[in-house]
């Protein structure tokens, strides 16, 4: 710190020293701080507002690690989301993730759509995409499925036909309607871990 004073008041200031060594002279800002001084900095025209990152896989190129980041998937509002960089050459954002069974997926149509849950455990990114595959996505209070003999998703939301083959959301190990992908392990075998991601081409 620098000690000064006021040339008005006689009280004493106190303000960062700048860094300078042989090699550079700068100051460090984080966070909002800097975001501020770089949008000041673009309408002054020193510098080009940098292009806001619409998925995992334009992160990919700046950042290494696995981790929550801010995306723009309308180029307005930022999301945050799950980035797996490792997978496959990275660049992934992370929809659904399943480990433990700390989260309840047992939701409102609503709640399905914001999403919900701790991006470092279980979440649902958000319903983003109303239909996969040609199915509509159900959920315990919005039956968009084309079982005529009931609600698919008494349990859980997912894109279902006549009920599934395949969910990734029902309630965690529960024998009678598991977390389940049919054609891969089998009718009702419960599936401890599972992760599902989107990454452009």
């Not at 710190?1 to 303000?15: A, F, G, I, P, Q």
């Not at 966070?31 to 806001?52: Q, Y």
């Not at 992160?59 to 799950?82: C, F, T």
């Amino acid at each position: 710190m620098v000690e000064s004073y006021s040339k008005n008041t006689d009280k004493k200031l106190r303000h960062r020293q700048m860094v300078d060594t042989s090699y550079f002279t700068g100051v460090c800002f984080y966070g909002d701080t800097a975001d501020r001084v770089l949008n000041l900095m673009a309408a002054d025209g020193n510098r080009k507002p940098d292009f806001k990152p619409k998925d995992c896989k334009y992160l990919n190129r700046k950042h290494a690690q696995s981790g929550i980041y801010k995306i723009y998937p309308d180029e307005n509002e930022p999301q945050s989301v799950y980035c797996d960089m490792e997978t496959d050459g990275g660049g992934w954002t992370v929809v659904v993730r399943r480990v433990d069974g700390s989260e309840n997926f047992y939701r409102n149509w609503h709640t399905y759509e914001r999403g919900f849950g701790n991006l470092k455990r279980e979440f649902w990114i958000g319903d983003s995409f109303s239909k996969h595959n040609g199915f509509a996505f159900s959920t315990p209070d919005s039956d968009n499925d084309t079982w005529p003999k009931g609600n698919c998703a008494a349990t859980s939301g997912w894109w279902y036909y006549a009920c599934d083959d395949v969910s990734l959301t029902k309630s965690y190990n529960k024998k009678s309607s598991p977390i389940e992908w049919e054609q891969w392990k089998g009718s009702g075998v419960s599936i401890k871990y599972a992760v599902m991601m989107t990454r452009p081409k």
